[in-house]
């Protein structure tokens, strides 16, 4: 029998509070079964040289994520940014640098022990434009259209709701704003039992959508424009992919569109 929403979102939560205490006493965080180096699927190798040596030691070994959301978000000077499930920091911290002293970087995490990790980072890099938030991603803490970027890095497929958290970042995004996020996404022809048999839902895998599930996930929210490309294979069939959407300008009429479309489905 398959786990409960509840159940799966506390184990999801216990395995990446194990990895904040984990790096907090000097180790080094894992997505999976084993620890993640600068090397491996998932982990800090994503991220350029410089932008992790401009870091603290702490926010690199707690990435956890399977891209760069930061290199294909195109932040601007001035913009607010909202990261889903910002764990250690790293993706804050290096949207902060980006968006400069007028720009603001908000960090959304559920793991008390992630949120007391990245505030301790944020301090080390002396970084004063951020705010970490606790919530889940299904439910965010900021008011509507108020956000210029939402960015996520491996984290949405780890969500028990999905169609809440594309509702939820769609919501806080100002109209023309955009997503740009990393995350795992599965060949259409796998079935959830197949993802399943690939890896655990804590580990980034048996929760991915596939590529049809998770377009037809953000369009249903309202997004137009959605692009998904895949960079490398996590497991068989699975994939890091870059994905982008953007919020209409006109989002009124982008509702009206995706509720008559789901009326005559």
Partial sequence: MSEQPTDLRETVRQRYAAAAVQVSEGG?????????EVDETFGAAFYEADERDALPAEAVAASLGCGNPIAVAELGEGERVLDLGSGGGIDVLLSARRVGPTGRAYGLDMTDEMLALALANAKKAGATNVEFL?????AVPLPAN??????SNCVINLSVDKPAVFAEAFRVLRPGGRLGVSDVVADDALTVE????????????AGALSFAEYRAGLEGAGFTNVEITATHTVADGMHSAIVRATKPLDTAAAQGMTAAGAGAA
């Fill in 28 to 36: 080094t965080a894992c997505c999976g079964s084993e620890p993640v």
């Fill in 134 to 138: 606790k919530g889940t991603i299904e």
């Fill in 146 to 151: 108020t956000i210029d970027v939402v960015i």
């Fill in 194 to 205: 197949e993802r399943a048999e690939r890896g655990d839902h804590a580990g980034c895998i």
